[in-house]
């Protein structure tokens, strides 16, 4: 069946240096692929999305790559800030509902 | 001019009664969701409403029961609570279906049973 797998569960980095989340999905007709960012105790909001006619997008820190052919995306943050600390989710469509990853608690180290 | 608002905040209730949630969106979104989050975050979807129809029902309990009066208001009515229902219940909305439109997320409401 439809499934997202993302890795990896737990990920603690230093504080400026980078962090990299992956996710691969099993529906090869997905074309929508939506980050979120949950901070503790609120609700999870979209931060970066990409569409499956373009292989990047960047938005100041953050970016997001998508390889339709091995069925992965990524998210990569650069020069991580004590507010990058959060748990991030992916996610694809499948036939009928959006299916999550099963989150990324992101640790900033001081 | 919270996007999409859900009451109550927190919910603390003894098993076996019923509780209702209320969700309403003032994006004008045509689609609405009600997710389930347990305690280990996972995130997963209960049910979703297009413009008042229901297109997706998980594998909820039938103890659940949405109700859509109209694309603005989608509530949850729960019968019947049990100790597994402890969680955090967040609604969202979307413009269109889920496939390509981010969905846009109420602040949840924490259901703790007694």
């Known amino acids: 069946g439809e499934n997202v797998e993302q890795h990896p569960s737990t990920l603690s980095v230093q504080e400026g240096d980078s962090a990299v989340i992956k996710c691969t999905y099993s529906d090869s007709a997905s074309n929508y692929f939506p980050w979120y960012k949950q901070e503790l105790g609120k609700r999870p909001q979209l931060i970066i999305d990409i569409r499956s006619n373009v292989g990047e997008k960047k938005d100041q820190r953050i970016a997001v790559t998508l390889n339709k052919t091995a069925k992965h995306f990524s998210l990569h943050i650069t020069e991580t800030q004590p507010e990058d600390s959060a748990v991030y989710f992916c996610a694809a469509p499948g036939d009928d509902k959006i299916i999550f990853g099963k989150g990324t608690r992101l640790h900033i180290l001081p | 001019d919270t996007a999409v608002s859900q009451t109550p905040k927190y919910l603390v209730t003894q098993m076996g009664n019923d509780k209702s949630i209320k969700c309403e969106q003032n994006?004008?979104?045509?689609?609405m969701y009600w997710y389930k989050q347990d305690s280990k975050k996972f995130l997963k979807i209960m049910f979703s409403?297009?413009?008042?129809?229901?297109?997706i029902n998980e594998t909820v309990p039938n103890r659940f029961s949405p109700k859509s009066p109209d694309k603005a208001h989608l509530n949850l009515h729960i019968n019947s609570l049990e100790l597994g229902d402890s969680a955090v219940y967040f609604c969202a909305s979307s413009q269109g279906d889920h496939s390509n439109q981010p969905q846009h997320f109420g602040d949840g409401t924490r259901l703790s049973i007694l």
């Open positions: 994006l004008g979104h045509d689609t």
């Open positions: 409403y297009n413009n008042k129809e229901l297109i």
